[in-house]
């Protein structure tokens, strides 16, 4: 209790870590890409300090560190420099930020706690004043900020789609925590993805999350009040005339409507996502689950290409677009620790909640493979606050 007061009483060392991976967008240097580096310089920085006082890095996520021993192995020969580096410092975020952040809820949690309930206010007011008054409001603290009037705001982030992903995790987190008034954020952050996002992809995450809660949950009334809302809007959806609303989740939502096969060929956006997925997949496989290393996305692409009409709108670069793609065509049958270490750090966290742990195994282990980059670090933070329920209240809930 001693070690503990003394943490807490210089907490304020604690607030760059929290605020640059809470707003891995924000800088006031933009360096060319998305996720600023501040994130994963804090975050490396913390992490050699606690190494430096000999603290232990938890046995469940260990693993973790071969897909980095393994990236650094493929950098010594890749062609692409840059890309490899960007990848290795990808692969470092995925087993440093669980490490860093499952100290923070260790010894610091309630500055945890404070800190995710102002995170959620801050998204949601600068969300709020970009689509009231002015949708470039703050903008000058990102790199880049891409949107239309057919889409929702950005908040502070780069596109919509990551504003609503940040939304996204931000309610994971709250759920695997006992934080005081939760649904509250939740209910804040629902409406953010909604309303202020207007997200498309984060809105067809929520979907696959009832889509699983009606399955393990395997509540009748939930089940039927959901295929009631279903069908509720269906109905509705069906009677009015969606192209008269210049909204593209309702634009997807008609095309998906008429024909659901159309949305992969008419969308630009979901044709090069999900092509994503297909070809970094098919290269794992084509090359006998082996590493295809860094640099050769592109290669494997203009070989693929023409061998198929579907994907007509491909990102032909070295960024694969989906989190467990990436990793599983650069890494091979060595990438499958992390999805692995991820199951089994959920199974510890719900393993007294059998439903509780299949609905979040399932549902995590399918948005990963969506375009969410490699060191994004909410999904880092998540992992740490499942690590610290498996540890800290589970325990209290057993006993």
């Known amino acids: 209790m001693k070690n503990r007061h003394i943490i807490r009483k210089n907490s304020l060392k604690y607030l760059p870590i929290?605020?640059?991976?809470?707003?891995?967008?924000?800088?006031?240097?933009?360096?060319?890409?998305?996720?600023?580096?501040?994130?994963?310089?804090?975050?490396?920085?913390?992490?050699?300090?606690?190494?430096?006082?000999?603290?232990?890095?938890?046995?469940?996520?260990?693993?973790l560190w071969l897909p980095f021993m393994c990236s650094l192995g493929l950098l010594v020969v890749s062609s692409d420099?840059?890309?490899?580096?960007?990848?290795?410092?990808?692969?470092?975020?995925?087993?440093?930020?669980?490490?860093?952040?499952?100290?923070?809820?260790?010894?610091?949690?309630?500055?945890?706690?404070?800190?995710?309930?102002?995170?959620?206010?801050?998204?949601?007011?600068?969300?709020?004043?970009?689509?009231l008054f002015y949708n470039q409001f703050m903008s000058f603290l990102l790199n880049r900020l891409s949107t239309s009037e057919n889409r929702g705001v950005t908040s502070l982030a780069p596109e919509p789609t990551f504003y609503g992903i940040i939304c996204l995790f931000l309610i994971l987190i709250f759920l695997s925590l006992n934080i005081k008034n939760k649904y509250a954020y939740i209910y804040i952050l629902l409406f953010q993805i909604f309303f202020l996002a207007q997200s498309s992809m984060t809105i067809l995450f929520l979907i696959i999350f009832i889509f699983y809660y009606s399955i393990f949950k395997l509540n009748i009334k939930v089940v039927f009040f959901t295929l009631f809302g279903v069908m509720t809007v269906f109905t509705f959806l069906y009677n009015i005339d969606l192209a008269s609303y210049n909204i593209r989740a309702i634009q997807l939502l008609n095309i998906f409507l008429e024909e659901p096969t159309n949305i992969l060929i008419v969308d630009a956006s979901v044709n090069d996502r999900v092509s994503a997925i297909y070809f970094s997949l098919k290269g794992f496989f084509d090359n006998y689950i082996l590493p295809n290393g860094f640099g050769t996305y592109t290669t494997y692409l203009s070989l693929e290409?023409?061998?198929?009409?579907?994907?007509?709108?491909?990102?032909?670069?070295?960024?694969?677009?989906?989190?467990?793609?990436?990793?599983?065509?650069?890494?091979?049958?060595?990438?499958?620790?992390?999805?692995?270490?991820?199951?089994?750090?959920?199974?510890k966290a719900y393993k007294y909640k059998l439903r509780d742990f299949l609905l979040y195994l399932f549902f995590l282990n399918t948005i990963l493979f969506s375009a969410i980059p490699l060191s994004f670090p909410f999904v880092g933070i998540y992992i740490a606050t499942l690590l610290y329920k498996a540890k800290h209240e589970t325990i209290t809930c057993s006993q």
């Open 18 to 63: 929290l605020l640059f991976s809470f707003f891995p967008y924000v800088t006031l240097y933009p360096v060319n890409s998305d996720i600023q580096p501040w994130c994963i310089l804090f975050v490396l920085v913390f992490s050699l300090l606690l190494f430096y006082k000999n603290t232990k890095f938890p046995s469940e996520i260990s693993p």
């Open 81 to 131: 420099i840059l890309s490899a580096i960007r990848s290795v410092f990808g692969y470092l975020t995925i087993g440093l930020v669980p490490f860093a952040f499952y100290f923070i809820l260790k010894y610091e949690y309630d500055l945890f706690e404070k800190f995710i309930k102002i995170t959620s206010i801050i998204y949601f007011i600068v969300g709020l004043v970009q689509i």
């Open 305 to 347: 290409l023409p061998k198929q009409t579907t994907f007509w709108w491909v990102s032909e670069s070295n960024r694969i677009m989906s989190y467990y793609g990436s990793i599983l065509f650069e890494l091979g049958f060595v990438g499958i620790v992390i999805p692995f270490t991820y199951s089994f750090i959920i199974f």
